[in-house]
């Protein structure tokens, strides 16, 4: 038998196992924990963070977002802590006592836009939003009201952690599996094309 069909047999096995086990690590079920729904009611003019979680999510980890207001905010996902957001604005203003207002955290996101993950406008409607980190992040849900009447926001957040970030170990088994069967089907043909030309 050639040796490059013994290199493709072996490689087409290979990939074959490979591909059945990512698939297997793709369809394990993930462990959910979430946030019992807060209700919060956010003033005028000023801006709130919430901890995502621990704070820290990665690729493995799935966030849901569930946000309802009566009246209309921008939400936001920070890849930040909060105290960093709090502790750049009293830096740019020292003369600060109440950071909370909303001029001071829009100057923040003027000044590090790299930092927004997410945004979103909301005026009196209930969004869903689902984010799924490329590498390990801080995350923080930051919700701003620039109208001069209180809002009631009400959130819920849940993060659905899996073995491995599931859509990537699921492509990569989609890309496997049918290539070492290719692999594979030549081999067995090469290998039955050499047993027949061997009998006498």
Not at 97 to 106: A, K
Request: aromatic share 8%; net charge negative.
């Amino acid at each position: 038998m050639r040796r490059w069909s013994i290199v493709l047999g072996r490689g087409g096995t290979v990939l074959l196992a490979v591909g059945l086990a990512l698939l297997l690590v793709s369809l394990i079920p993930s462990s959910t924990t979430s946030t019992p729904e807060t209700l919060q009611i956010i003033s005028g003019d000023t801006w709130q963070t919430y901890f995502v979680g621990t704070g820290i999510m990665t690729p493995e980890q799935t966030l849901h977002l569930l946000i309802t207001t009566n009246g209309t905010i921008h939400a936001y996902l920070l890849e930040t802590w909060p105290s960093t957001v709090y502790a750049w604005i009293i830096e740019h203003n020292p003369q600060l006592t109440e950071p909370s207002n909303v001029t001071y955290f829009d100057e923040f996101l003027d000044a590090n836009p790299a930092s927004i993950i997410w945004q979103l406008a909301i005026a009196n409607e209930t969004i869903n939003h689902e984010y799924v980190p490329a590498m390990i992040v801080n995350v923080t849900l930051a919700i701003s009201n620039h109208s001069s009447d209180s809002a009631n926001v009400e959130y819920q957040s849940s993060v659905a952690s899996g073995v491995a970030p599931t859509v990537e170990v699921r492509t990569l088994a989609e890309f496997a599996l049918p290539l070492g069967a290719v692999f594979t089907i030549i081999w067995l043909a090469e290998w039955r094309r050499a047993k027949k030309g061997r009998r006498p």
